[in-house]
């Protein structure tokens, strides 16, 4: 039996700000930007956005009737919750219109948790497999104006629906797991912003991939020639590239070249949005799918999960014919299109104009799913 993903999307706000804009207010060379950490744009979301508006919008976007009636779990993957005891799973639950005898709830694990999510729901598909999962990773990676992460911001969510007879990936049981419990990247309750050790943090990403990658080679007897594509977590576009060619060195240039093209095409999206966290590894997954056009029916796709703390986890999913048919390319085409570019004044107010749950307001937003008023610390959302 086949279990994987059947269709799959993402949604990003509808702000951005260009990144030779801010290394110059922040007196950078924008190469730095650019070339050193490789990123473009970035998305910016206001307060009458937030982590259910994003993934109300990735999900809405991909589910029919049947699906609804069929989902019987709804599983959200954040380090953005905006509640300490209810899962934003509960809500968006209600907003989506899924059937009422569902088991909704939140996981939490720094980028990885998506990850976990789908492996959840792939387990549960095999016992249960008229039944489907509504996998969701939603985040706003928020380090602070000014701050060394500030250019490695971004947000936006990916919406997966897991099921039997998958329209475009299915799961290979070859999982790799690794768990190092390691201060690189942390955010205690009640700070507003992660602490990060950043030379830790990229040292520990790239070991993680080589451990992963090197048991899964003893583990699963595989090489690089067995994989058409690897895709990573991608909190910024030279992340991942680090990693790969770390494992490069003893391959042809065919190969090398092979898989860094892929590897280029995975980022095309995240050069535009920045980090989504959870969702960065997704959001690469689906800019490979829609932008490689050497990509073909049984291709296996290597996937490198990795949330700081640290967990990672490397799998295989494999392409299914007709998986073009399937993706939502001009949807997500059409986001990146209408998006208004912020200048660095407008991009510095709207940072910093938090919400205050404790203090009543309403708020004009028109993006489906966004905040409309705040009453007794509740958010009520644009439905």
């Excluded at 508006?53 to 609804?68: G, M, P, Y």
């Excluded at 492996?119 to 985040?139: C, E, S």
Aim: aromatic share 10%; charged share 25%; hydrophobic share 35%.
């Amino acid at each position: 039996m086949n279990v994987g993903i059947d269709k799959i999307s993402f949604f990003i706000p509808s702000y951005y700000i260009d990144m030779t804009e801010l290394a110059n207010a922040r007196g950078v060379d924008p190469a730095k930007f650019h070339i050193g950490i490789g990123q473009d744009q970035m998305a910016v979301n206001p307060k009458s956005q937030d982590i259910i508006t994003f993934a109300a919008n990735a999900a809405q976007h991909i589910l029919n009737r049947n699906d609804r009636e069929q989902i019987d779990m709804v599983i959200v993957a954040t380090e953005s919750g905006v509640d300490e005891s209810k899962a934003s799973a509960v809500v968006l639950h209600r907003l989506l219109g899924i059937q009422p005898f569902a088991r909704s709830f939140e996981i939490k694990e720094a980028c990885y948790g998506a990850t976990a999510g789908l492996q959840f729901a792939k387990d549960h598909i095999t016992l249960h497999p008229d039944k489907k999962v509504l996998v969701i990773a939603t985040d706003i990676a928020k380090y602070g104006l000014k701050s060394g992460g500030e250019p490695t911001q971004g947000a936006g969510a990916v919406a997966m629906l897991i099921s039997t007879n998958p329209k475009i990936l299915s799961f290979e049981n070859d999982n790799v797991m690794l768990t190092q419990d390691i201060y690189d990247f942390w955010r205690p309750v009640g700070y507003d912003f992660p602490l990060v050790d950043g030379p830790l943090s990229n040292e520990t990403y790239i070991q993680s991939f080589q451990k992963v990658w090197g048991k899964n080679e003893q583990k699963n007897n595989r090489s690089l020639t067995d994989y058409a594509a690897l895709a990573f977590h991608i909190p910024y576009t030279k992340m991942g590239k680090k990693a790969l060619t770390s494992i490069l060195a003893n391959t042809s240039e065919d190969e090398k070249n092979r898989l860094l093209s892929r590897y280029e095409e995975s980022t095309i999206y995240s050069r535009k949005t920045g980090n989504m966290y959870t969702a960065s590894l997704y959001l690469g997954l689906i800019s490979l799918l829609e932008n490689s056009e050497k990509l073909q029916a049984n291709d296996r796709i290597g996937l490198f999960s990795y949330g700081s703390g640290s967990v990672s986890e490397f799998f295989s999913m494999r392409l299914v014919k007709g998986y073009q048919n399937y993706l939502a390319k001009d949807w997500h085409k059409k986001q990146f299109t209408k998006r208004l570019k912020l200048s660095i004044e407008q991009y510095e107010k709207m940072f910093s104009d938090t919400l205050d749950v404790n203090i009543m307001n309403e708020f004009n937003d028109k993006t489906p799913y966004s905040i409309t008023k705040i009453v007794n610390t509740v958010r009520q959302y644009n439905e």
